[in-house]
């Protein structure tokens, strides 16, 4: 039963456009959503987040969408540059527990 | 950077021995996870600790135990390694969880690769 869903593997954008990032989940009780940017052979690094009580989240190049009703969200990133290319993970939390995450999406900014 | 280190970064073992993944973090947080990666999967959760000698099971436990006895350095034993084993082990960290969280710290990973 996955409980955070990224059902697009793989993603490829031309340098300069919008990348759109989706992301769906079942569990109402996650309290915040995040979205973390994996480069090979590091650790996942923070991205942005968003509360569950808010619809849109704000930082720079990199903003985040929350649709509660929908239980989905996106990450947007405009532009796009080429640093940006690498494996993005969604995850949501809110216990102890640590945080649930996605299979992530590949994404490939082309020049 | 968040202070987070584990030990070994790489490390080779026989199919049935004991291994043992080390995490130390620097920056007094609260809570630590342990968190696997395999192609296919993401990363799941292995087991976590809420304060020292304070830990439970999370998705994917089977096979795997955890101490902490201090709060900087949280352990991650493979009693007895199997192939299914093979993996990249990271180690996070957090502040605070529920309606008022931090988000999660993560270390460089650990590859593991049990022959």
């Known amino acids: 039963d996955q409980q955070v869903k990224q059902n697009s593997p793989s993603l490829s954008v031309q340098e300069g456009r919008i990348s759109i990032l989706n992301c769906d989940y079942t569990?109402?009780?996650?309290?915040?959503f995040l979205w973390y940017k994996k480069y090979p052979a590091e650790g996942p690094t923070f991205l942005i987040s968003i509360s569950s009580i808010k619809d849109k989240n704000e930082d720079g190049r990199f903003t985040v969408f929350l649709n509660k009703s929908a239980k989905h969200l996106s990450l947007h990133i405009v532009p796009s540059q080429p640093g940006d290319s690498a494996v993005y993970f969604c995850a949501g939390g809110g216990g102890a527990d640590g945080l649930t995450f996605g299979k992530g999406t590949h994404l490939i900014i082309q020049p | 950077d968040a202070g987070i280190t584990q030990s070994p970064r790489h490390k080779v073992t026989e199919t049935g021995t004991p291994v043992t993944l080390r995490c130390h973090q620097t920056?007094?947080?609260?809570?630590m996870y342990w968190y696997r990666q395999d192609p296919g999967h993401g990363l799941r959760l292995i087991h976590y600790s809420y304060g020292v000698k304070d830990t439970d099971k999370g998705e994917v436990s089977d096979g795997y135990s955890v101490s902490r006895s201090k709060t900087e350095d949280f352990l991650l034993t493979l009693e007895s390694a199997t192939s299914s084993q093979t993996s990249v082990y990271f180690c996070?960290?957090?502040?605070?969880?529920?309606?008022?969280?931090?988000?999660?710290?993560f270390g460089q990973g650990t590859r593991l690769t049990v022959v």
């Open positions: 920056e007094n947080h609260r809570y």
């Open positions: 996070a960290i957090s502040e605070s969880v529920g309606a008022h969280s931090t988000e999660a710290f």
């Open positions: 569990n109402s009780m996650f309290d915040y």
